[in-house]
């Protein structure tokens, strides 16, 4: 299991330009905690798809970014919760190319690729949270 | 000149050149489509040269704005060439699945323009090579 270490940087998913601010921390974070620059660009990218669920299918919520240590070292998790219609089956919506507003269909499958643990729940009362998380396995092979 | 999206199309003759300087905020990327189209059109371009090399990510809505960007274009008989996409985004690209199937890519600047037959004087290569 992981803990949560310092504390955790909230941010607001009303507006498109709020997805630029999600962007911006976590790259900082993931540049803090020492990830490569490839480590960084596939968080990243997976942190604007999911941002970008949040706005466009959830109706808008927030992002949680922390600093967690687990077995596998030291790491980085971005939460995104909405109380939108939440999604009533997960393992299409994960599925490549499935998308009920036209799109490509790539955010939640294509993310889940690009991070370590990806953890998604959806109530279909409605309300769904991803958490994806990134280890710095670097430093757990010993560059320090 | 900047237009909605304000981002600069350049006009080079008959080649535009494009490039996307920092964040892209959602709706300059959509306006940047019409810029782009509308500057086509307005100065009978053959070609629009885009430049991603400041672009520290790729995700998938921009990936299909460049996408719509060459597809409308060739519809106006301009075709799109992408250059200096950095390797950290060509392999988060692929990984998620969005390999951009039908847009031409080039390493400079320079290459693209000469694949339509226009040639960039490099100086500041050539004073490279003379030291
Ligand atoms: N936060 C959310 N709330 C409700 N439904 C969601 C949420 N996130 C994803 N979904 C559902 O899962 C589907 C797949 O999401 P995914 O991100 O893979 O594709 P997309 O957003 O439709 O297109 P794109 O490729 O542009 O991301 C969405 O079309 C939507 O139906
Ligand atoms: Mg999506």
Redesign the pocket.
């Known amino acids: 299991m992981s803990q949560t270490s310092a504390e955790p940087i909230r941010l607001p998913i009303r507006k498109d330009t709020d997805l630029t601010a999600v962007r911006q921390h976590v790259r900082a974070l993931a540049q803090r905690v020492g990830f490569g620059l490839v480590q960084q660009t596939k968080l990243v990218t997976a942190a604007s798809?999911?941002a970008?669920?949040?706005l466009?299918?959830?109706g808008g919520?927030m992002a949680q970014i922390s600093l967690v240590h687990g077995e596998r070292g030291q790491g980085l998790s971005v939460s995104?919760v909405?109380s939108?219609?939440?999604?009533p089956d997960v393992g299409l919506?994960?599925s490549d190319g499935?998308?009920?507003?036209?799109?490509?269909?790539?955010?939640?499958?294509?993310s889940r690729r690009l991070v370590h643990d990806f953890d998604l729940k959806?109530d279909p009362e409605g309300g769904?949270e991803?958490t994806i998380t990134c280890w710095n396995d670097s430093l757990r092979r010993g560059f320090r | 000149m900047p237009g909605a999206s304000s981002i600069p199309v350049l006009d080079f003759g008959g080649l535009l050149l494009v490039s996307i300087q920092g964040e892209l905020p959602d709706d300059a990327a959509v306006s940047l489509q019409e810029d782009i189209t509308d500057a086509v059109v307005r100065t009978g371009s053959r070609g629009v040269i885009i430049d991603i090399s400041s672009l520290d990510m790729v995700d998938?809505?921009l990936a299909?704005v460049l996408a719509e960007i060459a597809a409308s274009s060739r519809l106006l008989a301009a075709r799109t060439v992408l250059v200096g996409m950095r390797p950290a985004v060509a392999i988060t690209l692929v990984e998620l699945g969005l390999s951009l199937p039908g847009m031409d890519t080039a390493r400079t600047i320079t290459d693209a323009a000469a694949d339509f037959g226009v040639t960039i004087a490099d100086t500041v290569q050539e004073e490279r090579n003379t030291t």
Request: proline content about 3%.
């Open positions: 798809e999911l970008r669920n949040t466009l299918h959830g919520g995104f909405d939108g219609p939440g999604i919506a994960l499935y998308s009920t507003a036209g799109g490509l269909g790539m955010g939640l499958s294509g959806s769904t991803v | 998938s809505f299909r």
